[in-house]
């Protein structure tokens, strides 16, 4: 399913919506369907918190396939 991310004209309120079809997704905070869609960040199935970590975080944190220790971020310093 897709899911597109908004930013609110009217009340300036950030918000992701599943838009099927022909449907006009609207803001759940106003109900303005004044809206712009925002550019999406690719998500790799990560925890909220993970996700706000840098590539720089410990050892695994960076989601390479080949496993911890694999994408050699500890040669970068």
């Known amino acids: 399913m897709p899911i597109f991310e908004y930013l609110c004209r009217e ?8 838009v099927l079809g022909s449907q006009t997704p609207k803001c759940p905070k106003c109900e303005s369907k004044k809206l712009e ?10 925890s909220s918190a993970a996700a706000t970590d840098s590539a720089g975080g410990p050892c695994g944190s960076c989601g390479d396939p080949r496993g911890p220790g694999a994408c050699s971020l500890d040669d970068m310093n």
């Open 11 to 18: 009340c300036r309120h950030r918000f992701e919506a599943i």
């Open 37 to 46: 869609q925002q550019l999406s960040r690719f998500a790799a199935g990560k």
